[in-house]
């Protein structure tokens, strides 16, 4: 998605049950806000989501 310019102000949270040590790594790599391990608690998930938010605005108002 970092690629496609319209989407690229997206912040993406991967949620995942593979192995956090290889999958949190590869998932940061590519790019995603935050790597997330099955199980996750929804006020971890709800806080996640408020952080990426909040970053993601914070990038558009430099780049304007």
């Not at 496609?4 to 949190?24: F, G, H, N, R």
Request: aromatic fraction near 2%; proline fraction near 6%.
């Amino acid at each position: 998605m970092k690629t496609i310019p319209a989407l690229a102000s997206i912040p993406v949270i991967i949620v995942s049950a593979e192995e956090p040590a290889v999958a949190q790594a590869r998932a940061l790599a590519a790019g995603a806000a935050a790597f997330l391990q099955k199980p996750v608690a929804q006020h971890t998930l709800v806080s996640k989501v408020e952080e990426a938010l909040v970053a993601s605005r914070e990038t558009t108002k430099k780049s304007l």
